[in-house]
């Protein structure tokens, strides 16, 4: 069990750029999150997948925002356009599947927007 | 729709001492799950301690215990002989039906030495 590995750690970029962040869940869990949590806030649920299907995504969430989890293994969260208001740190998490699960997160990626 | 509601922005305990953090939800569910995670500085977050909303029995682990009021929606985490190792921020979260855990605003717990 190595525990979630998000990469890259820090990203900044400049307003209107394409930015994509990679998340390695822990190998034999089924589920994987992408929660985004900005200062002093909990965690905002953003997306989860079971397996490679997207189960489900945040109303809150715009069209500039992707996610994808191919062959169900790795996923990776896209932002395109980006805005001085997607700065956040985006975490990853992952659960294994049957009764309750816990999360396991990883470090996170803190994403700056200038 | 869940909601998860933490009214305490920052709590201080001295060292040694026992702290009881709050947290109110609301679930049209039936079947769900509450945890409180720890985020400590700069760290990973991680789970303290989870309690199964059809038990009636509070869970316990170690120093940290919970509080459980189904019927008040109310769900407490108190931390005994408090370690400034707990020092961290702490969220309440809930999960149920599509599996999509709902996290409060979180509590900054502060240990005075």
């Known amino acids: 069990d190595t525990g979630v590995s998000q990469d890259p750690r820090h990203k900044i970029t400049k307003r209107g750029q394409n930015v994509t962040f990679r998340c390695d869940p822990i190998?034999?869990?089924?589920?994987l999150y992408w929660y985004r949590q900005t200062l002093g806030q909990g965690p905002e649920f953003l997306t989860y997948?079971?397996?490679?299907?997207?189960?489900?995504k945040s109303r809150l969430l715009s069209d500039r925002f992707s996610a994808e989890r191919p062959k169900g293994s790795f996923s990776t969260l896209e932002i395109q356009r980006t805005e001085q208001g997607d700065s956040a740190m985006y975490l990853c998490?992952?659960?294994?599947?049957?009764?309750?699960?816990?999360?396991?997160f990883g470090n996170g990626t803190r994403l700056t927007v200038t | 729709a869940q909601t998860v509601t933490q009214s305490q922005p920052e709590m201080s305990v001295q060292e040694a001492e026992t702290v009881t953090l709050s947290c109110t939800y609301d679930?049209?569910?039936?079947?769900?799950?509450l945890f409180w995670y720890k985020q400590p500085p700069s760290r990973q977050m991680i789970l303290v301690i989870r309690?199964?909303?059809?038990?009636?029995q509070n869970a316990t682990e170690n120093r940290f215990s919970v509080n459980f009021q189904k019927a008040a929606k109310s769900f407490s985490l108190k931390i005994s002989d408090s370690q400034l190792g707990d020092a961290a921020m702490y969220f309440c979260?809930?999960?149920?039906?599509?599996?999509?855990?709902?996290f409060g605003t979180g509590t900054r717990l502060k240990v005075l030495a």
């Open positions: 998490a992952s659960s294994s599947t049957g009764g309750w699960s816990p999360l396991h």
């Open positions: 190998s034999e869990h089924n589920r």
């Open positions: 997948f079971q397996n490679e299907a997207q189960l489900e």
């Open positions: 679930t049209s569910e039936s079947d769900y799950y």
């Open positions: 309690q199964e909303a059809y038990k009636q």
């Open positions: 979260a809930s999960q149920s039906g599509t599996y999509k855990y709902i």
